[in-house]
């Protein structure tokens, strides 16, 4: 694959969908105690003319390959419960369950015939539950599906997700509070990506309980500020929400990308240099807090940058460039690992060099990339 940067709304188009299914999974080595050498990172990827999930070891080497029937968007995974879930890309209805460390078939789940996934779900802190943003596209409203995991993951019932085109979501550190990314824009499946309500959007950070539906509080940035979209979330160990946004306006008019939160904090955006959100093309692709949470990563693929965020100061602190760089996970007590569209991954952290991992060929990965490490 070339090094040009992938047009990521483009990206896949054209490909046969795949089968699943016991014979089209391709497997690795047997580690010793009859399961797998242990994964540091998912990630879905095109893989020549068809989609992936691919797990990856700490050197970026394969592991293991789960073929998808289309494009696939972010993972979750439950240590504990050794399972991890692939989420399809807006307007997929399918998502794939796997084991982490067994080589049963996965399994393949689904909305109801009104609903698609918008990419991202979060497990219950037992293992029982996963919740999961989803469009009611006839009706323009967000919400939040809810599936019993050893029910085969049946779908149990859904409630609001506090506004429009819901797209990421974590669970607190208090194991009952969800906080939604809802991005603000209606989508229509009959209308392929096309966004229907750009002049009115209205972005918000939502936090719900997850036990009974309740919207515990809503946070807006206000109307000067209601075409950046909020979509990628991580949460600190004390309960504080990072988030990075796209702007949907001029890019000369783009504001600060990045924010914070709380369950009882309004949102505040981070501090950028002069110009920089024009420079970023408006976009941040994801975000991510190292292990120690001192450190804030943030992808803008369109500039080919990743930028660091000292989270005590709140300032910018170093960047990266890699072309097409956007999936960002932990690695290392304060490092991070960077995945692209040239199918790269590299271990990058602030005040040293980027190294060179692995190069997988014919491969270009997707917006997001997680770590397994708990």
């Known amino acids: 694959m070339n090094s040009m940067a992938i047009d990521r709304r483009r990206f896949l188009q054209g490909s046969a969908a795949m089968s699943l299914g016991p014979c089209a999974l391709s497997w690795p080595v047997r580690a010793g105690d009859g399961g797998f050498a242990p994964a540091a990172f998912a990630s879905a990827v095109r893989r020549g003319s068809g989609f992936a999930l691919l797990l990856l070891s700490e050197d970026g080497s394969l592991l293991r390959e789960i073929p998808l029937e289309a494009?696939?968007?972010?993972?979750?995974?439950?240590?504990?419960?050794?399972?991890?879930?692939?989420?399809?890309?807006?307007?997929?209805?399918?998502?794939?369950?796997?084991?982490?460390?067994?080589?049963?078939?996965?399994?393949?789940?689904?909305?109801?015939?009104?609903?698609?996934?918008?990419?991202?779900?979060?497990?219950?802190?037992?293992?029982?539950?996963?919740?999961?943003?989803?469009?009611?596209?006839?009706?323009?409203?967000?919400?939040?599906?809810?599936?019993?995991?050893?029910?085969?993951?049946?779908?149990?019932?859904?409630?609001?997700?506090?506004?429009?085109?819901?797209?990421?979501?974590?669970?607190?550190?208090?194991?009952?509070?969800?906080?939604?990314?809802?991005?603000?824009?209606?989508t229509h499946p009959d209308a392929g990506r096309a966004k229907l309500n750009v002049p009115e959007m209205r972005p918000s950070l939502a936090f719900i309980d997850r036990e009974d539906g309740r919207l515990l509080a809503r946070h807006e940035l206000g109307w000067d500020f209601h075409k950046l979209s909020i979509r990628h979330l991580d949460v600190d160990h004390s309960g504080k929400v990072w988030f990075g946004g796209q702007w949907e306006g001029s890019l000369d008019e783009a504001p600060d990308l990045l924010g914070t939160a709380s369950l009882d904090q309004p949102l505040k955006l981070l501090e950028m240099q002069a110009a920089l959100p024009a420079r970023l093309k408006g976009y941040i692709g994801s975000v991510s807090l190292d292990r120690s949470g001192r450190l804030l990563a943030a992808s803008a693929p369109r500039a080919g940058r990743v930028l660091y965020f000292d989270t005590a100061t709140e300032k910018l602190v170093s960047q990266s460039h890699i072309v097409d760089g956007c999936g960002v996970a932990p690695r290392g007590v304060s490092g991070f690992a960077i995945s692209s569209g040239g199918g790269e991954l590299r271990a990058a952290a602030p005040g040293s060099d980027d190294v060179g991992l692995a190069v997988h060929h014919n491969t270009a990965f997707d917006n997001h990339m997680i770590s397994f490490a708990s």
């Not at 979750?76 to 982490?100: C, K, N, Q, Y």
């Not at 049963?104 to 789940?109: A, I, K, L, Y």
């Not at 085969?152 to 509070?177: K, M």
């Open 71 to 186: 494009r696939g968007h972010d993972t979750t995974v439950h240590h504990e419960a050794g399972i991890g879930v692939m989420f399809a890309r807006r307007p997929g209805d399918f998502a794939v369950a796997f084991e982490l460390a067994r080589a049963s078939p996965p399994q393949v789940f689904r909305t109801p015939a009104d609903r698609h996934f918008y990419g991202h779900g979060v497990f219950s802190q037992d293992g029982r539950l996963l919740y999961a943003t989803e469009n009611d596209y006839e009706n323009a409203r967000g919400l939040i599906g809810v599936y019993d995991v050893k029910a085969g993951f049946s779908r149990v019932g859904e409630f609001p997700s506090g506004g429009v085109g819901p797209h990421d979501l974590h669970l607190l550190p208090d194991g009952r509070t969800l906080v939604v990314a809802n991005g603000g824009i209606e």
